[in-house]
């Protein structure tokens, strides 16, 4: 644009980058979307604000970045992304920083923060039912035969009743017998299900199967249930297993994987 009553040039105003965290934010959450992001997930999540700050304030060497990266892959999987959608959006936050070793840092950090979040979860999906905290019964076994229990009498409650026909009901059944028994544990006990109608409990004493017979007669709808209390016998590791599948016979239909 020019003045021609004054002969003189009025320079055009130039658009200048925001070079704030907000602007990378912006940007990266543009590119994202560039790149496929779902839109059905939500992409700003607390997270996002760590990770823009620490790449913002250069901090791809410290642990602020790690952390932040590690928050983020944690809330997006918890958001139902895959590991893919993760990978892309870190690709594409590295797209909007500065071409260089930074942004290859930053996804080989990326990276590492999936791959970590995965493998936490499949080590506790393996010691722990999600649904119900209670151990896995691979974790259950080891803690029923473990060295820590040698020389001493170790004694398993085991309740048993009828599932409900429909799967989700008899989900919905152990979830709430999860829920009753879990805050009744004590220190040293441990539980598990070997059926959709099966619950162990790896006891403290012996006295305390009264106790959790009588929680699970306060279970509204729960129907009959059976338990009774084995111990352990004596003897090589051998003899255990022969025991364990007489009391466990669902582990003859459902063997361990």
Do not use: K
Not at 30 to 40: G, I, Q, T, V
Not at 146 to 175: D, K, N
């Amino acid at each position: 644009m020019s003045d021609d009553r004054e002969g003189t040039r009025v320079p055009r105003p130039r658009h200048r980058p925001d070079t704030s965290a907000a602007g990378l934010r912006t940007r990266w959450h543009a590119e994202s979307l560039r790149r496929d992001w779902p839109r059905d997930l939500p992409w700003d999540v607390p997270a996002t604000s760590a990770v823009v700050t620490a790449c913002f304030e250069g901090a791809l060497l410290s642990e602020t970045l790690p952390d932040a990266l590690y928050a983020l892959a944690d809330e997006r999987l918890a958001e139902a992304a895959s590991p893919a959608d993760f990978e892309r959006d870190i690709e594409a936050l590295a797209c909007c920083l500065d071409d260089g070793p930074a942004a290859d840092e930053l996804i080989g950090l990326g990276r590492h923060a999936i791959g970590a979040v995965l493998a936490r979860d499949h080590v506790l999906g393996e010691l722990y039912s999600p649904a119900t905290s209670f151990r896995s019964r691979t974790a259950f076994l080891a803690d029923l035969t473990g060295p820590a229990a040698a020389g001493m009498p170790v004694h398993v409650w085991a309740a048993r009743w009828r599932p409900a026909a429909r799967t989700w009901s008899a989900t919905a059944t152990q979830l709430t017998v999860a829920s009753v028994v879990r805050t009744a544990l004590r220190d040293g006990e441990s539980a598990t299900y070997f059926g959709p109608g099966c619950l162990a409990v790896l006891l403290a004493s012996p006295g305390r199967g009264a106790e959790l017979d009588e929680l699970l007669r306060g279970v509204t709808d729960l129907g009959p249930v059976e338990s009774l209390i084995h111990t352990r016998p004596d003897g090589p590791l051998e003899r255990w297993g022969r025991w364990l599948i007489e009391v466990f016979p669902e582990l003859i239909e459902d063997p361990l994987p």
